[in-house]
T-cell receptor, first 112, second 113 residues
Framework: KAGVTQTPRYLIKTRGQQVTLSCSPISGHRSVSWYQQTPGQGLQFLFEYFSETQRNKGNFPGRFSGRQFSNSRSEMNVSTLELGDSALYLC???????????FGEGSRLTVL | DQQVKQNSPSLSVQEGRISILNCDYT??????FLWYKKYPAEGPTFLIS?????DKNEDGRFTVFLNKSAKHLSLHIVPSQPGDSAVYFCAASEEVGANNLFFGTGTRLTVIP
């Protein structure tokens, strides 16, 4: 079956702009989470959605937001971009019976 | 505040020898621990996990050891192969099936042929 799909894979924005990233989980997976990966910080949990509801949220400012649609697809949005938002944004869907997270290849955001 | 720490950013090992990757954590509520492997331009992939009721879990060449009193876990790869060269992330959660994992900063393993 198809894996977790993230779009776009790469994008470049300038400070002050906003960006929307998309994630399609593995078919049948209802829980989607987002992570930010930066050098030296590892993967930092952003938020998790299940059945269109945010269940958990990490320690990120309100500029970072997300949502989940009825088909389990998810989007995350970052507004008023800052240079420090440059990172790889990873989406993961959860296989609930094993607890295994399956990650997408990520969306690499560069903020100039 | 990094609740999961991997203090070695890199490790080089000769092919055929043992690779030992270490991870420490601070949150005593963590109950489930995982290792993920990441190749460049790919998302992390699940490798092996262990729950707090065990102190060892083995899967082929990969073994994870957990020392709860020391809040320490390690991943052993024996024998190491060049294809094992990747970044390894340790992760922890308060329960199995939690989607909000706490990750370490990763250790880049290089296996030298």
């Amino acid at each position: 079956k198809a894996g977790v799909t993230q779009t776009p894979r790469y994008l470049i924005k300038t400070r002050g702009q906003q960006v929307t990233l998309s994630c399609s989980p593995i078919s049948g997976h209802r829980s989607v989470s987002w992570y930010q990966q930066t050098p030296g910080q590892g993967l930092q949990f952003l938020f998790e959605y299940f059945s269109e509801t945010q269940r958990n949220k990490g320690n990120f400012p309100g500029r970072f937001s997300g949502r989940q649609f009825s088909n389990s697809r998810s989007e995350m949005n970052v507004s008023t971009l800052e240079l420090g938002d440059s990172a790889l944004y990873l989406c993961a869907s959860l296989q609930s019976n094993t607890g295994e997270l399956f990650f997408g290849e990520g969306s690499r955001l560069t903020v100039l | 505040d990094q609740q999961v720490k991997q203090n070695s950013p890199s490790l080089s090992v000769q092919e055929g020898r043992i690779s030992i990757l270490n991870c420490d954590y601070t949150n005593s509520m963590f109950d489930y621990f995982l290792w993920y492997k990441k190749y460049p331009a790919e998302g992390p992939t699940f490798l092996i996990s262990i729950s707090s009721i065990k102190d060892k879990n083995e899967d082929g060449r990969f073994t994870v050891f957990l020392n709860k009193s020391a809040k320490h876990l390690s991943l052993h790869i024996v024998p190491s192969q060049p294809g094992d060269s990747a970044v390894y992330f340790c992760a922890a959660s308060e329960e199995v099936g939690a989607n909000n994992l706490f990750f370490g900063t990763g250790t880049r393993l290089t296996v030298i042929p």
